[in-house]
């Protein structure tokens, strides 16, 4: 076996496809939509040399559903869209929610609203992401910075809905889609893709909705003859609707908690100089690129600027967050879109540290001078403020 | 809830007792649909570990979750797309899709034409009551002229589907159409479907009794049934039934059977050929 590590230039949404497809993704539904078609027509190219399924839906709406479908087979299921798409893929993005079905879902984020601008960057489906669909849910979305992130991000995308059965969405916007950058592809055979956990209880006892230890329900493989029934209606442990208000609440508590209890192993974030910042930036996606630049900058001119930057977008990394803030008399958010992630940074900070937004929304990225242009007039907003080297 | 099944045909082997009563009307034809398709499942002796029924959202979707089977009650209009994934994914699995008319020919309209077009192996059955029985009795889009729904009050002016021509038009390898009266020749025509390698449409003309049947006065349950017959002209018995209880000239029986090549082995095939053995 080939041990070494292979570093090859990879565009972003290529690296997201060869990241599903080492994953063990082997089913891939879509419709094409600018600027994530490379996904798909990655998909395209390799999936047949593997014995798995590409296809082409009629529209986003059946994808999604035939990737539920999929994956409900046993199959190792995503798709790949950007704004228009993603709305219409939100129907069965509930349905794999409410019924705990493990799917990947990349969203390309382009200029919107509607068609908006297909092939400008934007960041203006972080809400959608999180509550696109109706109704209270679970959903863990992901927001890689970089090409190498996509794809070690992609992977653990699957990882994480395999393991919590809760649909995962891997959320990029269009420079990072686009971008080239060098990716170090493990050995072959380092990555190890994703398994499905089958039940092995026994046929007549076995409950598809009955919480192993950690609140997860094991499923079962279609064919080895548990028959079972699967529903977007609200349902008991056997899988069967209910409107028991005494059953359903303890089973949306269930629902909704999985993404509490397992904490710890869902939210990713990445620090840098937070442990004294006084002004903290806080920036995902393309946006945490010109920022990390912009907080070197402000450091090397003796401000004490920190970068808070998600991975895990949602459910986002609170506790991380409030720590990296125990200094902070201000904190930062840059998007491209008109405050989206600002409005939770505000819920999280209660104003204490003042919350300040920083936003583009003419299709172009926010630029490392724009950023430190704003840590500088916020630095000197507060007069008591520390500077980096001084004593005390 | 194994229960073995017997060699004549007992409705109890497929049905998930446990599930029982069914939330049907009296008199619903759905029901009579559910029991064609049993029916035939148990002719065809298939393997219950290896069907799946897929189903939309309506009266008709709900039958689904009384066959003891795998299961899947999807969303409203999608249930050809979600099967469309499932078979592709397994194809050692016998997929059957039960849907509405206003499930597969209103929101699932442009899934009903693509599912046509590929030609994966499925079986659709469409029930068709011409109206949305669930939802307590809107027009759909086989509303007969005239007809009184909660949104046609004044009676239906638009025009409806035939929804075999539909299907024939886009591709559909198998289509056929039965009235839930001759159940023996509806069992028939959904066993040839199922046993059809290809996409197989079946439209069921279904009553729905309660909502429907009462608000336009075609009888009680069993009259309105019974009107399926009442109207068919001794002549018609070559295959035409009209005005059983929807006017037009109904065919029923096999409307069209074209053996061409089946979209699932079309792909595998595609995929041997660039080194891809067959899908896990
Ligand atoms: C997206 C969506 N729109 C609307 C509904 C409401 N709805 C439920 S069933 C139904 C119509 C069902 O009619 P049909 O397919 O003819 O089935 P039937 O009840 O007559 O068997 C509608 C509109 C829904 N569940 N989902
Ligand atoms: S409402 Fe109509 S279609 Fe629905 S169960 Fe009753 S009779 Fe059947
Ligand atoms: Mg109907």
Known sequence: MNTSTQLVNLQGNRACALAAIAAGCRFYAGYPITPSTEIAETMAAELPKLGGVFIQMEDEIASMAAVVGAAMGG??????????????????????????????????????PSTGMPTRPAQGDVMQARWGTHGDHPIIVLTPASVPEIHAQTRKAFELSERFRIPVVVLYDEVLGHLVETVELGATGAVTPVERRYTRAARDSYQPYAPDEDGIPVMARPGDGYRTHTTGLTHDTNGFPTQDSVRVARIM?????????????????????????EVLVVAYGISARAATHAVHTARARGIAAGLFRPITLWPFPERAFAHATRHAHTVLVPELNAGQLRLEIERLCAHNPAVHGLHRLDGETLTPAQILADIERLAASKPRMRRVGDSA | MNRPVSKDFDIRDYLRLDRMPHFLCPGCGHGIALRALLWAIHELDLNKDKLAVVSGIGCSGRLSAYVDANTYHTTHGRPLAFATGLKLARPDLTVVVITGDGDSLAIGGNHLIHACRRNLDLTCLMLNNEVYGMTGGQASPTTSADRYTTTTPLGNHEPRFDACKLAQAAGASFVGREVTLQLPALKNLIREGIAHAGFSFVEVMSDCTEIYGRKNELGSSPEMVLRQKHDVRPESYGNQVERPFRPGPWQTGILARDERVEYGAAWRSHCAQHGGGVAP
């Not at chain 1, 995503?78 to 019924?99: C, D, I, R, V, W």
């Not at chain 1, 705990?100 to 969203?107: A, R, S």
């Not at chain 1, 508590?253 to 910042?277: F, M, P, S, V």
Request: glycine residues 10%; negative net charge.
């Open chain 1, 75 to 112: 199959a190792i299921a995503m798709t790949a869209t950007s704004g228009p798409g993603f709305s219409l893929k939100q129907e069965n993005l509930g349905y794999a929610s409410a019924a705990e079905i493990p799917c990947v879902v990349v969203n390309v984020m382009r200029g919107g």
């Open chain 1, 253 to 277: 508590e269930r629902l909704l908690g999985k993404t509490d209890r397992h904490r710890d192993a869902i939210e990713q974030w990445h620090c840098i100089e937070c442990d004294d910042a």
